[in-house]
């Protein structure tokens, strides 16, 4: 057994959030891996007037308090999102909140948004920022906002985070869709998400235009065809920067086989793929391609990346795989979808996205 295996047996043993708190330890402390070679170049992207090397993304969740971004940066995505990061510290859910689904390749959370808070975040993401400027790092950076779980206005949380955070951040994500804080789910009608991204619009427009960074909205894969409309119609109207389709999902598909399904919490991983693609997809069609779009939920390989680009996808994301395979899986995906972008004659990504809609 190499000694990757054997670190993932190890983890696999412990308690599934005891396990990425010691993950977290050791990429804080140097112990993890690190790409060697370049991107291919056929993998560029080029969105909002940034260059993204590969098209692949770690997820908010991972690294909820900032504090891994250059580590994970080095097993080769072209950006990181960090987050959930909420104003003030707030401790998430009682635990146990995370638990694995292990033949099903998913997990179930209801961590809740545990979050250090915003001050803590500024201070870490600024210093990566100060050291990235001295050695130009390789990836950009998303920042997920979230709202405290007490809080009145949740729309003023998201724009005290962002006027906080957009000096630092390549993009802005405003979280509107965890199953795990109460409420939030429906701060995806229209009323409210046009108000949310009018206040956190103020909020930054004091700044420097440099120092605005695009603003994107995180939906989550369960709404019904007429709030997905409504999102869409939204999304057009306000001219956001993109969409990031989705987050878990509050449905238990009937094939799932792990002991932990009656669990309370959001589910992500390979039963996520096909039902957040079909989202994917549709909110591709009502748009007509003209909001661009981070494709997340259920990646575990390149067809499954290549899949949610065809989709209508600019950007993909993951994370639960990573759980089951390791970061090793960063460069299989990498090198699996170059190989199928020139095998249907694409010389770049942008040229296939939402391909399976023409």
Same mark, same amino acid.
């Given at each position: 057994m190499d000694r990757t295996r054997l670190v993932r047996a190890v983890l696999g043993?412990?308690?599934?959030?005891t396990a990425h708190e010691l993950t977290l330890w050791a990429l804080r402390h140097g112990l993890g891996p690190a790409r060697a070679v370049a991107d291919d170049p056929v993998l560029a992207v080029r969105l909002w007037g940034r260059d993204f090397a590969n098209p692949l993304g770690l997820a908010a969740g991972f690294d909820k308090n900032a504090t891994v971004i250059g580590p994970t940066l080095r097993w080769g995505f072209g950006f990181v999102e960090v987050g959930s990061i909420t104003p003030a510290p707030q401790p998430g859910n009682p635990r146990p909140r995370v638990f694995r689904l292990a033949e099903d390749e998913a997990v179930i959370n209801r961590l809740g948004f545990p979050s250090q808070g915003l001050a803590a975040a500024v201070a870490r993401i600024g210093r990566w920022r100060a050291q990235a400027e001295r050695a130009p790092a390789r990836g950009l950076?998303?920042?997920?906002l979230g709202n405290n779980?007490?809080?009145?206005?949740?729309?003023? #949380?998201?724009?005290?985070? %962002? /006027?906080? /955070?957009?000096?630092?951040a390549d993009y802005l994500a405003?979280?509107?869709?965890?199953?795990?804080t109460p409420g939030l789910r429906a701060l995806q009608g229209r009323d409210e998400l046009v108000r949310i991204v009018g206040q956190v619009r103020a909020a930054i427009a004091a700044l420097p235009p440099a120092a605005q960074p695009p603003l994107l909205?995180?939906?989550?894969? #369960? /709404?019904? %065809?007429?709030?997905?409309?409504?999102?869409?119609?939204?999304?057009? *109207?306000l001219k956001l920067a993109g969409l990031i389709v989705g987050n878990t999902t509050v449905a238990?598909?009937?094939? /799932?086989?792990?002991?932990?399904?009656? *669990?309370?919490?959001?589910?992500?991983?390979?039963?996520?793929?096909a039902p957040s693609t079909r989202v994917l997809g549709e909110i591709y069609r009502l748009t007509e391609g003209r909001v661009p779009l981070i494709g997340v939920g259920g990646v575990g390989g390149a067809a499954d990346a290549y899949a949610k680009i065809r989709a209508g996808a600019s950007l993909v994301q993951l994370y639960t795989a990573l759980v089951y395979r390791g970061?090793?899986?960063? %460069? *299989?995906?990498?090198a699996g979808l170059a190989a199928r972008l020139r095998r249907d004659g694409f010389s770049q990504v942008s040229e296939a996205v939402g %391909? #399976?809609?023409r």
């Open positions: 043993r412990l308690d599934p959030e950076l998303g920042v997920n779980r007490d809080s009145a206005d949740p729309a003023a #949380d998201f724009a005290e985070g %962002a /006027l906080a /955070l957009a000096p630092f405003v979280n509107v869709s965890s199953p795990n909205v995180k939906i989550a894969p #369960d /709404l019904s %065809a007429a709030v997905l409309a409504e999102i869409a119609a939204v999304a057009v *109207e238990r598909p009937e094939t /799932l086989a792990g002991g932990h399904q009656g *669990e309370a919490g959001g589910l992500s991983g390979r039963p996520l793929f970061p090793g899986l960063v %460069a *299989e995906i990498k %391909a #399976d809609h």
